[in-house]
């Protein structure tokens, strides 16, 4: 390691002094100004993840969801996914290290980790449309340079399209081409092979109104827009030219504050969706005639494509073991939905997209989706082959047909994350194909009415979940009192959890009535 070199150029990125962060479930995220010199040291993991894998390693620069002030990174393991554990805490050891520390850091991760130094290293950028996220950006490259990484600046992406090039990459292109373009040919021609047997449904062209929380979902859907089939009439709105990124709008803002982004306006029935501001979320909604409002959020998007998986499972006559893997979050509904009406297994997993993403693994085809409307379909690769072959193979026409679906939905899916366009595209395609309006998918169960709400605490460690962040084991007694309190309303669950984001602890509490969950919900931030 050339460290004279490291050395100079930290020198370039010097650390607030006193400042610590944490690589947390989304890797760093802070005020834009306090992140230049972790851009530079993730530069600088990045070059070792590469060496120690001997794969392309991604780095993205977002905040998602976070006011456009602050910023992000993350980064991306070689088939697309997050970044394993032992390296978060690498990521943590080094941001917060003094100058002269890092030296040693480096030395110690590469020993632990049996880093070949000689190997080559080969580096994915990619960023968001934040003011911050080109400066930033720059910064990561100076990290990877000064170790002597090769890398690829993708420059304007969504988080999604990076996870799916470096697995591309690292797949020798078996996933797909690794450039935007061969994201949008590979999406659109799955999409138009999918699509294509719907036009029988008699409603020729759909058209559905997104609102891109005036970030980078805009810009890559108006660029996909040219391949995509004509039966889809997509209309952009807040696409960040007039307005600042996720300002009252976006997929957050949609589900937390269960109202329409400002910037879109609905006409009765009309179907709409949201993305977050880096497209890896998702969430639909519409207002009735008597002007409510109604959210499809992740958990109904999970329904929907389980149940049209599952359909087509039947149909190949192929015993293929799906699951669909939730959090704490999931409304009752939707679980009891899946469980009982369906037959469908469901797991639970803490929150975080790993968490979900590891557990999904373990299936044939593990379906997974946050409330919040993160999530994708994995299928393993025995499952893959096999839906491949009937697809090509089979001589029973309707079993082949269904075969070839399933094969298009493996190709439309983003398999490395959650991304709002690959969703969006297998939700349409469902959606024309079943026929379905958006009031008939979200009639398919009725969601527990909830409400969630944060709490400010001196300090939100005290609370230790387990469970899958179900229950609380610390505090002593605050699960007791939780138990006690619901006991005292129909159909009525409620969680503390510490964020994993923000300085805050959630409470999150549902029950039969809307007047029951906005009841448990405050007495329980009472009790923490
Ligand atoms: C992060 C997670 C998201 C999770 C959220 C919870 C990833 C890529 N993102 O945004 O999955 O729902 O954190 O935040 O893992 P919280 O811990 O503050 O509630
Ligand atoms: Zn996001």
């Not at 070059?47 to 602050?70: C, F, Q, W």
């Not at 005639?289 to 192929?318: M, N, P, V, Y």
């Amino acid at each position: 390691m050339d460290f004279e070199k490291v050395a100079k150029y930290s020198a370039l990125h010097p650390k607030p002094a006193g400042l610590t962060l944490q690589y947390g479930t989304a890797g760093f995220r802070s005020k834009a100004e306090h992140l230049d010199h972790i851009m530079y040291r993730m530069g600088l993991l990045a070059v070792l993840r590469s060496k120690k894998t001997k794969s392309t390693i991604g780095v993205m620069v977002t905040a998602s969801h976070n006011p456009e002030e602050d910023n992000g990174v993350k980064l991306v393991d070689p088939l697309g996914e997050m970044l394993i554990s032992a390296w978060e805490e690498y990521a943590t050891c080094l941001t917060n290290a003094e100058e002269q520390e890092i030296q040693n850091i480096l030395t110690e991760i590469c020993q632990k980790e049996a880093v070949n130094l000689h190997q080559d290293a080969s580096i994915f950028i990619g960023r968001d449309t934040r003011p911050s996220s080109e400066k930033l950006s720059q910064s990561v490259i100076d990290g990877v340079s000064s170790l002597g990484g090769q890398y690829h600046d993708y420059g304007l992406v969504t988080t999604p399209q990076l996870h799916y090039m470096v697995c591309c990459q690292n797949t020798q292109e078996h996933y797909g081409k690794a450039t935007v373009e061969g994201y949008y040919q590979k999406l659109s021609k799955a999409f138009g092979e999918l699509t294509k047997q719907a036009s029988s449904c008699g409603d020729d062209q759909r058209s559905l109104k997104i609102d891109c929380a005036n970030g980078i979902g805009a810009l890559k859907l108006k660029e996909m827009e040219r391949y995509l089939p004509k039966k889809l009439l997509i209309h952009v709105y807040n696409d960040g030219i007039k307005e600042k990124l996720n300002h009252l709008c976006g997929a957050d803002f949609v589900k937390v504050y269960q109202k329409p982004p400002l910037g879109l306006e609905i006409k009765p029935n009309e179907r709409c969706c949201s993305f977050d501001g880096d497209a890896d979320r998702i969430v639909y909604y519409y207002n009735d005639t008597a002007g409510h409002f109604h959210l499809l959020d992740g958990d109904k998007i999970a329904t929907l494509i389980s149940t049209f998986i599952k359909e087509l499972l039947t149909k190949i006559g192929k015993t293929l073991e799906m699951a669909v893997v939730q959090t704490a979050y999931a409304n009752g509904s939707s679980t009891r939905y899946l469980e009982e009406t369906m037959k469908v297994p469901v797991h639970c997993t803490k929150t975080g997209v790993k968490h979900l993403h590891h557990k999904a693994q373990e299936f044939d085809i593990g379906v997974y989706f946050e409330a919040n409307g993160h999530g994708t379909v994995l299928f393993s690769k025995a499952a893959e082959e096999k839906i491949r072959q009937l697809a090509k193979e089979e001589k029973d026409n309707q079993k082949r047909e269904a075969a070839k679906m399933l094969e298009n939905i493996i190709d439309l899916i983003n398999q490395t994350v959650g991304d709002a366009i690959s969703d969006m595209l297998v939700i349409e395609a469902i959606l024309a194909l079943k026929g379905l309006t958006v009031q008939q998918w979200d009639a398919i169960y009725e969601d527990l009415p909830n409400r969630q709400l944060k709490v400010k605490v001196a300090d939100r460690r005290v609370i230790d979940t387990t469970a899958a962040e179900t229950r609380a084991v610390t505090p002593p007694g605050l699960q007791e009192k939780i138990d006690e309190l619901v006991k005292k309303y129909r159909l009525s669950r409620a969680f503390v959890r510490p964020s994993g984001t923000e300085d805050v602890v959630r409470v999150y509490a549902e029950a039969d009535t809307q007047v029951s969950a906005e009841t448990i919900c405050p007495y329980s931030s009472c009790i923490v």
